[in-house]
């Protein structure tokens, strides 16, 4: 397969795992005439992909020759139908195997003290690999509102999860693929990990309140118990392992850990990390 972009000094070929993803696509992004890379999907190609596109099942063994070949370093992100932490313990084997050293880990905000979660696992496992590891921890994304959260805004006019009154400090996935990018090509960052957070935490009452002001329709919060919460996104089809690990970030926030901002955005990319409001009008906003 062909690498696509520019070539950073001393970087080499990068493995985009998840490009098809919210942050891959970031990444992708931000890489172009940066550094060369090779971007992966795990089922189905993207519309329009040309050759530099290779397919990469981090549950599928046979899928890791042709991704890691001639790969210096590697953006990694969980899938979400994988919530053990041993799963893609091959995967990094098979990447050591081939002389890989460089790892950017998407991971979330909190999991370094909060073994429940499954990047909890895997940033130990990774760290134990001997890779020349950061982990990138972002909290909420923004755009959840536009994926797990669409259907239930635009048909019922509200946000349903279980998260009480608990804030917090929802971040853009620009700018969490902006720092994902900087960590991998500029040095310092080995052995680091990066606590992501937008300028202000918020609750889901005040995300509402945002949410009807841009839309200019009534959206209103609706707090669900656990089981309420689960049962609802079963239904749904939603698998119960993703189920689980959803469940147990809103229980995070809903206990006012996740409510915590800090500067590492401007910190690191010289800007300020994008706030709630100007999010919602640029997605939401009625022209």
Not at 220 to 248: I, N
Not at 269 to 279: E, K, L, V
Request: net charge positive; hydrophobic share 45%; glycine share 10%.
């Amino acid at each position: 397969m062909l690498a696509t972009g520019g070539r950073a000094d001393g970087l080499g070929l990068v493995l985009v795992v998840g490009a098809t993803g919210r942050v891959g696509q970031e990444v992708v992004a931000g890489l172009q005439g940066r550094a060369d890379f090779r971007p992966s999907y795990a089922t189905t190609p993207p519309a329009g992909h040309d050759r530099s596109w290779v397919r990469l099942d981090l549950l599928d063994s046979n899928t890791f020759t042709e991704a890691l070949a001639g790969v210096s370093a590697i953006f990694l992100m969980r899938p979400p139908r994988i919530a053990k932490a041993s799963l893609i313990e091959p995967f990094l084997l098979a990447a050591r195997r081939v002389g890989i050293r460089r790892l950017v880990f998407l991971s979330v905000k909190g999991a370094e003290r909060n073994p429940i979660l499954p990047h909890h696992g895997m940033e130990r496992l990774i760290e134990r690999s001997g890779f020349e590891w950061t982990h990138v921890r972002p909290s909420d994304f923004m755009q959840n509102l536009e994926t797990e959260h669409l259907a239930s805004i635009m048909e019922k006019g509200e946000i349903a999860v279980p998260a009480g009154k608990g804030r917090s400090a929802f971040i853009d996935v620009a700018d969490v693929g902006e720092v994902v990018v900087h960590s991998l090509l500029t040095p310092h960052h080995v052995g680091k990990g990066y606590t992501l957070t937008g300028p202000a935490a918020l609750d889901f009452e005040e995300v509402a309140n945002l949410m009807s002001g841009v839309m200019r329709r009534p959206i209103r919060y609706r707090d669900v118990s656990l089981p309420g919460f689960v049962f609802e996104k079963r239904a749904q089809g939603v698998p119960l392992g993703l189920c689980l690990v959803m469940a147990a970030l809103y229980t995070v926030q809903r206990f006012g850990f996740a409510a915590e901002t800090t500067d590492t955005v401007r910190r690191l990319i010289g800007h300020a990390p994008t706030d709630f409001a100007t999010y919602a009008r640029r997605r939401f906003g009625i022209n």
